[in-house]
Antibody, heavy 120, light 106 residues
Framework: EVQVVESGGGLVQPGGSLRLSCAAS????????MSWVRQAPGKGLEWVAN????????YYVDSVNGRFTISRDNAENSLYLQMDSLRAEDTALYYC?????????????WGQGTLVTVSS | DIQMTQSPSSLSASVGDRVTITCRAS??????LNWYQQKPGKAPKLLIY???RLQSGVPSRFSGSGSETDFTLTISSLQPEDFATYYC????????FGPGTKVDVK
């Protein structure tokens, strides 16, 4: 069974940092693009970043570019999101999702999310 | 960046109704448009990919159509488990989602 499980969320002060992790199982992790998608409380979905199978290509939404870094460890079947210079507007539930391709990609497996709250 | 819009933002319907949701892209995404269903407290679920292809395990009452900038999700006969929020998402240029359409009980 394909499964992704996020962890690492919590309460952090504005300007602080947090590192999210996503543990993947049930599929060959190194064969797939992976993405982070977030959802602010009561709001819609926002794609945050994705990373190519070998980690050589990474893309970000403009609002996090330069502050967030996506990475992966294929030996550990894990995806990460390093979040620096956090702002109140980064408060959201962060989902890890399997992303099936670059062009014509789609998110076919999602975790349950990890909550990040940025507040003083 | 490609901006996505959806209409309506919400609708009220009854079981058995035919429901249509529209998604528009700010520029052509060819056919690289996906639809998701999300219920409260749950992760989104992929319904339709590449504009019209039904994801495995999704009931056939769901269908998608469209190309370039204009797309439609149709539920042919609304079932009780279909009350949810629906999002479109393009994958032609990075990724972006529409704002969502909430389908609730009339």
């Amino acid at each position: 069974e394909v499964q992704v499980v996020e962890s690492g969320g919590g309460l952090v002060q504005p300007g602080g940092s947090l590192r999210l992790s996503c543990a993947a199982s049930g599929f060959t992790f190194s064969d797939y693009w992976m993405s982070w998608v977030r959802q602010a409380p009561g709001k819609g979905l926002e794609w945050v970043a994705n990373i190519k199978q070998d980690g050589s290509d990474k893309y970000y939404v403009d609002s996090v570019n330069g502050r967030f870094t996506i990475s992966r460890d294929n030996a550990e079947n894990s995806l990460y999101l390093q979040m620096d210079s956090l702002r109140a507007e980064d408060t959201a539930l962060y989902y890890c999702a399997r992303d099936l391709a670059w062009t014509n990609g789609r998110f076919d497996s999602w975790g349950q999310g990890t909550l990040v709250t940025v507040s003083s | 960046d490609i901006q996505m819009t959806q209409s309506p933002s919400s609708l009220s319907a009854s079981v058995g109704d035919r429901v249509t949701i529209t998604c528009r892209a700010s520029r052509s995404v060819i056919k690289y448009l996906n639809w998701y269903q999300q219920k409260p407290g749950k992760a989104p679920k992929l319904l339709i990919y590449t504009a019209s292809r039904l994801q495995s395990g999704v009931p056939s009452r769901f269908s998608g159509s469209g190309s370039e900038t204009d797309f439609t999700l149709t539920i042919s006969s609304l079932q009780p488990e279909d009350f949810a929020t629906y999002y479109c998402q393009q994958s032609y240029s990075t990724r972006s989602f529409g704002p969502g359409t909430k389908v609730d009980v009339k």
